[in-house]
């Protein structure tokens, strides 16, 4: 079983790798083979609106989300992760997000069919400096819309906020265990 952890902040090793590597870590524990990708290590240029994926629903742009995209039809389950900037994703992590833009084509526009029988599963991680109720609101619904995009379930989330400083959320007590059992989850439903 393949999991893929995005990595969605410029800040690295910092609150929201953290917690993504902590899932990832419980992936693992329960048997499933994982990659990270950290948004700030590739290049993906923003959705240019050109529509050259109505044709076939391939992207015309050449750039790193040519190998993402293979990967993000892939793999079994996906960990989706970023900070709150603006209320928003970070931009790195919106560009993945709008270039997903030519699979919701494939699937909405051109009606194709990936023979895909898989049930995947996604979980969506996110921290943010204050504590708004609706600080996680708007990207909770960005990331459900992009996960239906791509073919997987939203399963779960950890969205902690009050966390601003760099790695600070090592202090937040559940963190911690919190991504780790989140982790575990995406790979066993079932478990406790
Ligand atoms: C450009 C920018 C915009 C931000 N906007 C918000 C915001 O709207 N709401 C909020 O609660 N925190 C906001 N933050 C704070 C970050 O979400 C917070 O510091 C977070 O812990 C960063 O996670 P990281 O260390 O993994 O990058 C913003 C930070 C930056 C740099």
Redesign the pocket.
Known sequence: MKILGIMG???RH?????LLDRALAGAEQMGAEVEKVAVSEIKVHPCMEIYACRKEGKCAIKDDMEWLYVKLLEIDHIVFSS??????LTSQSKAIVDRCQALWVRKYILGMETGDKRVRRGVFIS????R?EK?FDGVVLTVKYFFNAIGVKYVGDLLI?G???????REYATASQDAFLLGQRLVCPDII
């Open positions: 902040s410029p800040r910092s609150n929201t790798e953290i900070p709150i900037f603006f209320y928003g921290v943010g400096a204050t708004g600080l906020g966390i601003e400083h760099e790695a600070q959320i």
